[in-house]
């Protein structure tokens, strides 16, 4: 009998080889974010051309099915179910928004599947009374995040700020579950650094429903004298609302923003000019995985990669593919352990999972992140000074 069971065990582990497997991915395909999710499914397709020339997965061409969430909250549910439900995948990659992923918890709850995250950063970390996708999720052992939690991005952009030498920070952001936790944490972490946060002003972004008139919010930043405009939102965002900086003779000193992804076509615009923001790859990092994966990238889409979210795709997909070969299997607790032991690549060197302050799984952090602006059409790097390619400028 025991001889029978191993061999039906082994029938059905070749069967389900043999299918080979497949990850289901969510991106906002479509939408006020579609540029990001448009940047994560290039890197997503780079990386399964690669993992399928180096052998696939278990000896079969890995597969992956990207769901739209359209970067809404009911969308984005829907999207996870189906890939549950109809698709029967075992493993979730991508990701991008902290109100759509605070709405899949309950869902990923449900479901419990292999979850690997490269969006949703909010954290509760610093901030009384919340609860964000750290704490809701950090605890599940099928949960990876990969993306710095937005106190890393708060500790990266506040180290810059306290560089420049400003006193005072005009802090305006979103009013959702991204910029309002979001500005808590930067304001404490500015204060906690000797600077004077003398505005911190909520406005609707035109990616919940916002007219993209941004006005009354920038109207207050300049009545505040604030030497730094410092501004959380959304790609979308990003043009009409230094456009109107521009418009009302608003001139701090440095303006320095903080969406999860920018605009493909905002380099070019003359508005961006002398803007400040943080990203995590760019094509003129000096590192050699950075210089091997713009010549792949652009070898498959014909341009350099703009977004930083196309290299976290990468990785995340790799992360996969090495970690379920590892294995050797697709058991759930076998490709967990995989992960949480495994050392991956990516486009800014080798990076492995570890415990943040409330998730068990965490990949980025601080470390990260780094300085670039606008200068001429080009995003120079400008901080850390030891891989910038420009000096900082002051805005006019």
């Known amino acids: ?73 009911a969308t ?55 609860d964000g996708i750290e704490e809701l999720l950090g605890q599940e052992e099928w949960f990876f995040h990969i993306h710095p939690w937005d106190y890393a991005n708060t500790e990266a952009s506040t180290a810059f700020q ?29 204060e906690a650094a000797g600077m004077k946060v003398v505005l911190n002003e909520a406005f609707k972004s035109t990616l919940t429903g916002g007219t993209g008139d941004f006005r009354a919010a920038i109207s207050k930043a300049a009545a505040s004298g604030g030497e730094m405009l410092y501004w959380i939102a959304y790609d979308g965002d990003a043009q009409p609302l230094v456009s109107q900086v521009r418009e009302l003779n608003y001139h701090p000193k440095y303006i320095f923003g903080a969406p999860p992804g920018w605009p493909s076509d905002f380099d070019k615009v003359p508005e961006a000019q002398c803007v400040t923001g943080m990203i995590g790859y760019l094509p003129n990092l000096p590192n050699p995985e950075a210089q091997a994966f713009l010549t792949s990238y652009q070898a498959m889409h014909g341009t350099a990669p ?49 415990p943040s302050i409330e998730a068990l799984h965490q990949g980025f952090g601080a470390e990260m992140w780094f300085i670039f602006q606008f200068q001429n059409g080009v995003r120079e790097i400008v901080w850390p000074v030891d891989i910038s390619t420009s000096p900082l400028q002051t805005c006019p």
């Open 306 to 354: 703009d977004n930083y979210m196309a290299a976290l795709a990468y990785a995340n997909l790799w992360s996969y593919a090495d970690a379920i070969n590892a294995a050797g299997t697709t058991d759930q607790a076998a490709v967990i352990k995989a992960l949480q032991e495994g050392t991956f690549r990516s486009p800014m060197g080798d990076w492995s999972f570890k």
């Open 1 to 73: 009998m025991k001889r029978i069971l191993a061999t039906l065990v082994l029938a059905v582990l070749a069967f389900a080889a043999a299918q080979g497997v497949t990850i289901g991915v969510l991106a906002p395909l479509t939408g006020g974010a579609a540029g990001t999710g448009q940047a994560q499914k290039a890197g997503f397709e780079l990386a399964l051309e690669e993992i399928n020339a180096a052998g696939g997965v278990l000896g079969q061409p890995l597969k992956i099915i990207i769901e739209d969430t359209k970067a809404d909250p």
């Open 162 to 190: 306290v560089y420049t030498g400003v006193d005072t920070v005009a802090l305006l952001h979103e009013d959702g579950a991204f910029g309002g936790p979001g500005a808590a944490g930067a304001q404490a972490l500015l």
């Open 76 to 130: 984005g549910v829907a999207a996870f179910e189906k890939l549950m439900t109809e698709d029967n995948v075992e493993f979730i990659a991508g990701g991008y928004s902290s109100g759509v992923t605070l709405a899949l918890v309950e869902s990923f709850k449900t479901f419990q599947p292999i979850v690997s995250w490269i969006g949703g950063a909010v954290s509760g970390i610093g901030i009384d009374n919340f």
